[in-house]
């Protein structure tokens, strides 16, 4: 449960006590905007505090939150997470399990906001060094892109072959894309001609894009050929003012305005030096296009060049048979209560995860939140087993999901109100060490 230091702004929307509210339609739309609100604050809190204390992010989801390295491995340790969930996997040197929380917020009619927990797993590439730096997807050393050997650095590619098995080892990692914008490049002027602050232009001089695809490759950043496109050339005397124009005099008739220069066409390497300041070191490696940005002209593909690519730690694509029954085996290891134990134990550990001297409750606390570990329990009402009716007016009683068939006439009987099943699902409520199951 989530306490947060004061409940009023929930409960008058539960109350009816908001202002200006005309009709019933009216302020049933305002109720669910301020609840909605409300949610999405304690949500941005909650998730802003995960991250600070060192909890990630391997996909695009925002809801499960993975542990960190050093916490997993706490986890096999303890028995949390079982080692006998990566039996039968290929590649265990290459990949990992890990063990993470995905997180709701909910409020209920009394004020109460309750933080919703489950735990899950996930398969992610271990692509970094003993050091945690992200390894560049250029290797220089080894002289390969993703682990694909490439003999020449300085040449663009044209085996067909390599190019393949690049773009194939390319397609299945997530990438980190980083570059920084050098002093006194063109983009640093138009900045400070803009009235930007000196802090401003830091703070925006690096670039980032977490969690990159890649939606396409071409095979050299400097070559028009694999791929160019033209921005507008300068204007003439743009730098004058309109009336001093060298020959014009003020006043007198203004000779008709040159025509409009020629669009300047530009590769990736050529943009990127003539804008940014960036030299690059390999402009014959390949390009890679991440996506589709808006623009004031609309949108435009965002292509960056090979080396500013690292390869980090990043789920797995392609579930398997093996990896489906590893997950499989995870849920089935802890079931009834132990799985609530289970994720009774991650919420507590999650709660002192600690960074710079302060730990994710700390961080919490000082927006006045606090979550209580211990699960809110509820009374339950145990339905009494029903009866069923055959056709032929005879009846069964079921006993713990089951029902006796004595009378042999029964088999050939049908339900009172038969019907299709197209699909079901069998769910067990009970501990594996107890006799008796619900069903």
Same mark, same amino acid.
């Given at each position: ?36 609100? !409300? ?5 941005? +809190? ?8 060192? %909890? ?28 006998? +969930? ?29 933080? +919703? ?59 980190? %894309? ?29 670039? !980032? ?10 095979? =050299? ?118 799985? +609530? ?27 006045? %939140? ?9 009374? =339950? ?24 068939? =004595? ?33």
């Amino acid at each position: 449960e989530v306490e947060v230091i004061s409940y009023d702004i929930i409960r008058q929307i539960f109350d009816g006590q908001l202002a200006g509210a005309t009709g019933e339609e009216e302020y049933l739309q305002q109720v669910l905007q301020q609840i909605q609100i !409300v949610k999405q604050c304690i949500d941005i +809190v909650y998730k802003n505090a995960a991250l600070f204390s060192g %909890m990630k992010l391997l996909g695009r989801s925002d809801r499960l939150f993975y542990f960190p390295e050093e916490t997993q491995r706490g986890f096999m340790q303890s028995g949390l997470l079982s080692r006998d +969930v990566l039996r039968n996997c290929t590649k265990p040197q290459s990949q990992a399990i890990y063990a993470g929380l995905k997180t709701a917020i909910q409020i209920n009619r009394s004020g109460g906001v309750y933080f +919703v927990a489950d735990s899950d797993i996930d398969f992610v590439d271990l692509n970094r060094t003993p050091g945690g730096r992200p390894i560049p997807i250029l290797d220089e050393q080894a002289r390969s892109i993703a682990g694909v050997r490439v003999n020449n650095l300085t040449q663009k590619i044209t085996d067909r072959r390599v190019q393949e098995e690049v773009k194939k080892a390319l397609e299945r990692l997530t990438l980190h %894309m980083v570059y920084t914008k050098q002093p006194g490049s063109d983009w640093d002027n138009r900045m400070r001609g803009r009235g930007k602050s000196n802090d401003w232009i830091e703070e925006k001089r690096k670039d !980032v894009r977490h969690n990159c695809r890649v939606k396409d490759i071409r095979w =050299a950043c400097d070559d028009p050929r694999e791929y160019s496109f033209t921005v507008p050339g300068p204007a003439h005397g743009q730098d004058q003012p309109p009336a001093l124009l060298e020959g014009v005099e003020a006043g007198a008739d203004a000779p008709p305005p040159p025509p409009p220069p020629p669009p300047i066409t530009l590769t990736v390497a050529s943009y990127f030096y003539e804008n940014y300041g960036i030299r690059l070191r390999y402009p014959n490696m390949p390009l890679i296009k991440t996506g589709r940005v808006k623009t004031r002209n609309g949108f435009v593909d965002e292509w960056f060049p090979i080396e500013f690519f690292t390869q980090e730690f990043g789920k797995t694509r392609d579930a398997d048979n093996q990896k489906l029954a590893a997950a499989l085996r995870y849920n089935d290891e802890k079931t009834g209560r132990q799985s +609530v134990e289970r994720i009774t134990e991650m919420v507590g550990v999650a709660n002192r995860l600690e960074r710079n001297g302060l730990t994710l409750g700390d961080f919490l606390n000082r927006f006045g %939140m606090r979550i209580d570990v211990e699960p809110e329990s509820f009374r =339950a009402k145990v339905e009494s087993e029903p009866t069923l009716f055959f056709s032929r007016d005879s009846q069964a009683q079921v006993r713990n999901g089951d029902w006796r068939l =004595a009378d042999q006439r029964r088999v050939a009987q049908v339900f009172a109100c038969p019907a299709k099943f197209y699909s079901f699902a069998l769910v067990s409520m009970a501990d594996k060490n107890t006799t008796e199951r619900y069903f």
